[in-house]
């Protein structure tokens, strides 16, 4: 029997032949990561275990995303911890300042991660990852302890689940719409503890960027990770970036899967989820004049250059609505430089949006967009919980980058075509 390119990955990483989903083995690791929130409480497990040294200086990153700059006295008082255990531990990837950006942006950006990884990362959204043909994926605080000192973590193999999506995009469709409308068919559960697959002409044909937004919510639907077969693009992307060798694993004609659906994206429109799940999916056509107070492009899902690009198409020439604040929100340096390079940034400035550093910011209700109580906020974020933004009587509605530029125009959730 075959194996699937997550079975393959986790074999190859724990030294042996084969595995199957329910085998537990402790695999090597080639990447260990956290950041401002959470890299502290893996600290403190550092010298509770009395660790002297970590695996490998050149394999442990941390990236000061979600408070920096400092927002008040505990997020500096965190920042400093994990510079001063940089400077310590020769820790050679901490980014912070002018360097920093969104993490599951930042990383594959610098090239520190490549095909047939295995990633760990203290946050959920490392599955990222699985966008190059890596294993990634999100662990506890003690378990990145483990990674950082060891080089080696424990994994239940998971099942595997493969999506073939086939046909013909529709304009403004991105891969957000795509997660967005499978979550919506399995539900917040639907991929519990499995590996998302995606394969088929429609993911052939998916930028770079797109793959890296669908392979970010696989966790969005319960899944231990998402992950893409190598190709030309990812190939070219590597090529670019990439600073080790890689090995690319793909999945055999014979490989088991727990199961397996087809995708004619053809049939997918532009995809708003609504408060207060992901799950919760509508088209944008069927949601009625839902006003909203602040719209946010970016996030570790949807910050990328061709997230800015779709934004300012629609916003070229046109203003936000009166009394939306409209929070541009550039993942990376180097995505902040290339847009306002091409214009983008003259374009959000005329039309009346904020632009802000890379940050995670207002995402996870953490700074630079936080809701007040009944406020209402369309985002190009991953998560819509309750309170997820801020108040716990404010609502999120989850969408791509063309609804969201969209909406701030009208002052409503809307489709392009109402301000074309």
Sequence with gaps: ?????????????????????????????????????????????????????????????????HFTPNKDIQSAENCKKIREFSRQYSIRYCYEGGNCGIEHALLPEQGLVVPGDVVIGADSHTCTYGALGAFSTGVGSTDLTYGMVTGKVWFKVPESMKFVCYGQWKKWVTGKDLILHIIGMIGVD??????????????RSLSMDSRFTIANMAIEAGAKNGIFPVDTKTRAYVRKRGRRPYT?????????????IEIDVGRIGLQVACPSLPSHVKDVREIGNVAIDQVVIGSCTNGRLEDLKIAAEIM????????????????TPTIYREAM????????????????????????GGHMGVLAK????????NRNFIGRMGHPESEVYLTGPAV?????????????????
């Design 404 to 420: 969201a530029a969209t909406s701030a125009i009208t002052g409503r959730i809307s489709h392009p075509d109402e301000v074309a």
């Design 316 to 331: 070229r020439g046109k203003r936000v609505a009166e009394q939306i604040r409209c929070i541009i929100i550039p993942a």
């Design 374 to 381: 009944g406020e209402r906020a369309v985002a190009t974020t």
């Design 190 to 203: 639907g991929a519990l503890y499995a590996a998302m697959e995606y394969e088929g002409e429609a993911i």
């Design 1 to 65: 029997m075959g194996m699937t390119i997550t079975e393959k990955i986790l074999a190859a990483h724990s030294d042996k032949k084969g595995v199957e989903p329910g085998d537990i083995i402790e695999s090597t690791v080639d990447l260990a990561l956290a950041n401002d929130i959470t890299a502290p409480l893996s600290l403190e497990e550092f010298e509770k275990v009395g660790a002297t040294k970590v695996f490998d200086p050149n394999r442990v990153v941390f990236v000061l995303d």
């Design 341 to 364: 390079r091409r214009g983008y940034f003259k374009i959000f400035l005329d039309a009346g949006c904020i632009i802000s550093p890379p940050t995670c910011g207002p995402c996870l």
């Design 248 to 260: 690319v694993y793909a999945s055999d004609r014979d490989a088991r899967y727990r199961q397996i």
